[in-house]
């Protein structure tokens, strides 16, 4: 195997492994280990009907001294149980969680990017309703899975900001809905308003609260934060998905003195920031240009020369080293693969 690593993008490729566990009877099955690529399921499952799923993301990142590293499994594993509880799933073990994210990318060593390509080994957690029921009602079984497949770098031409549009017209998660919990549904939900923002050339969709219309929610798939003189400001929201990337960056924001503000931020505000920028794991950070306001036709502009502000790019490189294994893992966020 020799890909062009630089170029593989963010998709699916196939690799050797994926391990499976089933819920039945009211236990998990030990984990199988399977190199098929398919799942044979009940047409009754509540996955296709009811929408019983959730699913995480998460990376192994090969380092300098040829070691992979995991970056913060435990926080996936509590999301998933998280979300499991949420729409009325089994709970995946924080054990076997452990165990089936390690197994999965054990047995695939050779597709974890080499070090310095940016390219990382994406770890797909995936949690779904399985057994059979017409009613409206849980499943009695359960099929928790993970995949890992290789990414490239988020960004090809390097950490560059993009622009993004407000969008009133649609909501991706109501408030006391399923915004904060990785569901599938959520994401269906905001195919329609992402394509829109694609056709008119942005990079994604800003939402607001669906309430009131008047707080920013999230940014995409991606949860938003903005840097205002001394502080790291991000939206106060039960309809925001709980981003592990933006835990982290708050945590390495208030280690380097700046003051983290967790609370509601009314668009308005969006003209006093001098960063913004959308976090997660595909990215880490995507640094924001500019938003777009098509409704008032206010252009809010934050990066001046096409260049990432200082902040931002200074917490994206101090994330990134802990993660390749460059700086020293203070926090305790990463396990190395035996
Ligand atoms: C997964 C996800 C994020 C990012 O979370 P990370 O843990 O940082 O990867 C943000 N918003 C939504 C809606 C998500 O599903």
């Known amino acids: 195997m020799n890909p062009d690593w630089k170029n593989i993008g963010f998709g699916y490729s196939k690799t050797d492994y994926n391990v499976r566990a089933t819920f039945k009877d009211g236990k998990w099955s030990e984990l199988e280990v399977t190199s098929s690529e398919y799942l044979t399921i009940h047409m009754a499952a509540t996955c296709l009907h009811y929408g019983q799923e959730a699913f995480e993301g998460l990376k192994a990142y090969m380092g300098k001294d040829g070691q992979i590293r995991v970056f913060r499994w435990d926080e996936n594993a509590k999301r998933m149980q998280s979300s499991a509880r949420g729409i009325k799933m089994a709970e995946v073990p ?17 597709f974890v990017p080499p070090y310095g390509t940016g390219a990382s080994l994406y770890i797909r957690p995936l949690l779904f309703g399985s057994g059979p029921e017409v009613g409206v009602k849980p499943a009695k079984e359960y099929t928790f899975l993970v995949f890992v497949t290789p990414v490239g770098p988020y960004f090809k031409e390097g950490f560059k900001p993009g622009n993004i549009m407000i969008s009133r017209d649609f909501d991706r998660a109501a408030p006391h809905g399923t915004g904060n919990i990785k569901v599938g549904g959520n994401y269906a939900a905001s195919l329609i308003s992402l394509e829109k923002a694609h056709d008119l050339g942005y990079g ?7 309430k009131e ?10 949860n938003f934060f903005a840097i205002k003189g001394n502080s790291y400001i991000t939206p106060e929201s039960d309809s925001i998905l709980p981003s592990i990337t933006n835990k982290s960056l708050q945590a390495l924001a208030a280690d380097m003195g700046m003051k983290v503000e ?19 794991t595909a990215a880490v950070i995507s640094p924001i240009g500019k938003i777009v306001d098509p409704d008032t036709n206010t252009i809010y502009t934050f ?10 790019t200074k917490l994206y490189h101090h994330l990134v080293d802990i993660q390749y294994g460059d700086e020293a893992d203070k926090f305790g966020w990463v396990e190395i693969v035996k």
């Open 204 to 210: 994604t969709v800003l939402y607001l609260d669906s």
């Open 303 to 312: 990066c001046k020369d096409g260049l990432p502000g200082p902040i931002s």
């Open 262 to 280: 967790k609370r509601h931020i009314p668009v308005g505000e969006l003209s006093e920031f001098d960063e913004a920028g959308a976090c997660g």
């Open 94 to 110: 924080t054990e076997l969680f452990h165990e089936a994210v390690i197994k999965a990318v054990s047995l695939n060593k050779k």
């Open 213 to 222: 219309r008047k707080y920013i929610d999230e940014c995409g798939p991606a």
